[in-house]
């Protein structure tokens, strides 16, 4: 007696106890099943039903905007860098949608508190994001979904959504544009004068050095430096042919050729020195003509050439620079101004002719599985706490005889 205690106490349950577990407790099993997917059918028909509208909307563009550098960036073969930068256009247009601002836009054009039955904007707005579902699909488009039980109101909803993002993006593109505006008029405002100042240094530059032209006056002066030397030169070889065919030095032609060379020789001195015409020793009217020449001295080309280089570049950096913020202010005055639509709908929302909610035959089907595994599991683990206790029970008698 005691060997066979021992035996049935240390048996263990098997598949067969299982089964027979489960037909003693199938009617369990099935009547619970029946009954919660029935308490299941009747709730649902007293669930009010929702209606969904759904938007479909095409992603933004990627803008690039900047001050001329970042332009010139973009047109270079490298990837756009993101500095502090994590979402996409279309992130943002998410983003906007799912705002709180947006919902409370959402609440009081449609008074949805009332709709609601709340009293609180915090519980309308949570009411709301529940109802509210805002995503991108796979091809990369803008789903918004809206539930709501009348299915006017949902698609006047969804719509509605659509015309808040376009003005919201509109708000907050023209806040931007008027800032960056009044920025870029103070600094042109700033380099205009800048750009005057630099003009002036430029114009006194050439009225004190008569630079008005450096490269084709510097050409000009050697031209007419190398002739002069060249006729210098031809005259002395004539005078030197008419002393050596006996002609005298105070000879008439003698004096005259040597009168000729000699003005040559200052008017060379001129142009390679600069020197002041009135310690040049020639007529006054020669004299004048050198106060009115346009040739530079060939000494001060290259150091009147570098300062006159220095300073036009001012101003040719000054006014790349101004026509640059005159781009910029016009681009900005266009962006402050502009009401064009920033949203592209691909699919507007329609009145809904089936209701989204509540899935009745889901409903039944999922409390139906889970009930049945409930009773199941049930009747599983009484069996296993029946054989639990009379294991227990066996194991007392043995110890105690």
């Not at 509208?53 to 756009?80: W, Y």
């Not at 983003?95 to 949805?112: E, G, Q, V, Y």
């Not at 994001?129 to 299915?151: A, M, N």
């Amino acid at each position: 007696m005691n060997h066979s205690q021992a035996r049935n106490a240390d048996r263990q349950i098997d598949i067969l106890d299982l089964l027979a577990a489960l037909n003693s407790g199938k009617k369990l099993i099935i009547g619970a099943t029946l009954i919660l997917c029935t308490l299941a059918a009747v709730v649902s028909f007293f669930l009010p039903e929702e209606y969904q509208a759904r938007v479909q909307l095409l992603p933004p563009k990627e803008q690039r905007q900047g001050f001329g550098f970042s332009d010139l960036l973009a047109t270079l073969p490298i990837p756009a860098l993101r500095l502090g930068e994590k979402g996409t256009p279309a992130d943002i247009f998410i983003a906007i949608l799912k705002s709180p601002t947006m919902k409370r836009s959402m609440i009081d054009h449609f008074d949805l508190m009332q709709v609601y039955q709340v009293d609180l904007m915090e519980d309308a707005v949570e009411q709301l994001e529940q109802r509210t579902t805002v995503g991108k699909s796979e091809e990369g488009t803008i789903l918004l979904d809206v539930r709501d039980r009348s299915p006017e109101r949902a698609a006047a909803m969804a719509n509605q959504y659509v015309t808040l993002l376009d003005s919201t993006n509109q708000q907050l593109s023209r806040y931007s544009a008027t800032e960056r505006y009044q920025f870029v008029q103070e600094l042109k405002a700033t380099e205009t004068v800048k750009l005057e100042q630099a003009m002036d240094r430029l114009q006194s530059f050439q009225a004190e050095h008569n630079a008005i032209a450096i490269e084709d006056q510097a050409r000009a002066v050697i031209r007419a430096a190398a002739e002069m030397e060249m006729a210098s030169a031809e005259l002395e070889i004539t005078r030197q042919g008419l002393l050596a065919s006996g002609f005298s030095p105070d000879h008439p032609q003698v004096v005259k050729v040597q009168k000729e060379s000699s003005l040559r020789q200052q008017y060379l001195a001129f142009l390679r020195d600069g020197r002041d015409p009135e310690s040049v020793a020639v007529p006054q009217d020669f004299r004048l003509q050198l106060q009115e020449s346009l040739f530079l001295p060939l000494r001060s080309i290259p150091h009147v050439a570098q300062e006159y280089a220095n300073i036009e570049k001012d101003v040719l950096v000054q006014s790349a620079l101004l026509k640059l913020l005159m781009e910029q202010e016009a681009e900005s005055l266009i962006e402050a101004t502009n009401t064009t639509s920033t949203v592209q709908v691909l699919d507007q929302a329609t009145v809904p002719e089936r209701k989204a909610r509540p899935r009745r035959l889901l409903m039944v089907f999922v409390t139906g599985v889970l009930s049945a595994f409930a009773s199941t599991a049930y009747v599983m683990g009484r069996l296993y706490v029946v054989e639990l206790c009379e294991r227990w029970k066996t194991r007392q008698q043995v110890a105690s005889s």
